[in-house]
């Protein structure tokens, strides 16, 4: 009735358009368009068809069903809608991180948790402590810091949200420190990057450091963006707004023509994306940069003396090493196992070896999400501004969402407590990441799981660090396309 009114020229019960704006009131908004119309008009261009001396034709873009075009300049229009089809960058490989797809494998018909028996619950949780077993239930506590965040840490101007993400930050830069990752000569990838407020820690950590480089990777658009205050500085800021799955490192141009070793970092990188980023650096990146740099193994020559053997040796050795060497190391702060996937998991080898397949992924992911169900209580909502610092509290408040629709069954309720579905949420969480662990350890790579943070800043609190192990005998995988 407010459209019908705005259409023939009245206001209706509220205040009319702003002057020299569009007289159409759109309902869900509650206000009236503010466009400009062209000059002699009551109307903007996409509520022109309001005219009632214009009989040109709008309908909805082909492209974007969310506005409208002039049934008349349609093809023009194609031509230049900003939901048009853009040219693949050079790095865009469709799907080469995704991981291969069994088709067979996947159940068609997924059974919610709900939906179970108590028999076939029990049996889940009974698949679960035995895969458990022998793994190290009891992580590490690593809570670190860093001094590059000490005067915003002591700033009384920031508040509670924004304190828990600077010492979450700061804990991942005392971790990524303790590693010996911290240095020059490296190109920091963010995954999931968000405003880029990891990697600007990163950067200001090293501020007297020369020949660094930050990609951060985020596919979504951003605002409120930290990139621009790098700009005057020596380091390389550069944003891929790509999907991981998609992402080809080895053909970003700045990595192409520097070859800098990397070192990929993340702060709550959500669920698949975290196993995309993994396979991402380890077997998309790592694997093309050892094939380009092996080198046939020079012969050796009859008239050298038997000591000569071991520079061979050590000439090998060092060749070895070379084999890790374009990852120097991988930091991610983990997050939403219950956005996992099957398709895209890196730790299906893992779940294999102890009896496990896409069912029991399936039930875990979901069960996952359990071990936050208990604390609901001791979240404190931040304000708006407080929110977009980062992405980290939209995901837990997704995750305790998720949490309480999956634990919402009477029969669930009544079979397990709270704290019992905690400690099984946490287990999943578990064996996820121990699968991931798993493979990192299986490729080269001396992995591990610690709590990083207290769970009063974080619910999700766990750090997955890999650096390459120089004594282990390194699988070398073939790229998945």
Known sequence: MAAQDAASGSSGSGPGPLPG???FFVQRKRRFCKMVPALGRRFCGEHGQQEKENDRKRIPC???QKHTVYED??????????????????????DINAGVKDVAEIPTDQVTLSSLS??????????LKKASNGLELDLKEQVLSHQALQEALNDPKNGDSAFKHLKQQASILGNMEKLHLLGPGRCFVEFGAGRGK??????????DVENIQFLLIERATTRFKVDGKHKKRDSIFERLQV???HLCLNKVPILEKKKLPVVGIGKHLCGAATDLALRCLVES???CCNEENQEPVPKRTKNKAEGSSNSSNDDDNERNKEVVKPVAGIVIALCCHHKCDWTHYVGREFFRSVGLGPVEFHYFQRMSSWATCGMRGTITKASTNEESEDHANNAEELDQTYSK???SSDALQRLLTVEERKEIGSLCKLVIDHGRIRYLQHRGYKAALQYYTDSSVSLENVLLTAVPDTTSKIQLPQISR
Not at 198 to 207: K, M
């Open 62 to 64: 082909p492209l974007d």
């Open 243 to 245: 999907d991981i799955q």
């Open 198 to 207: 990891l990697s600007h820690w990163v950067d200001i950590a090293l501020q």
């Open 285 to 287: 990146y790592a694997t």
């Open 21 to 23: 704006r569009c007289a």
């Open 73 to 94: 300049q349609l093809q023009k229009h194609l031509k230049k809608c900003n939901s048009r089809a853009k040219p693949k960058p050079v790095y865009f490989v469709q």
């Open 118 to 127: 108590k028999e076939e619950l029990e049996n889940l949780i009974i698949k």
């Open 405 to 407: 629709t999956e634990t």
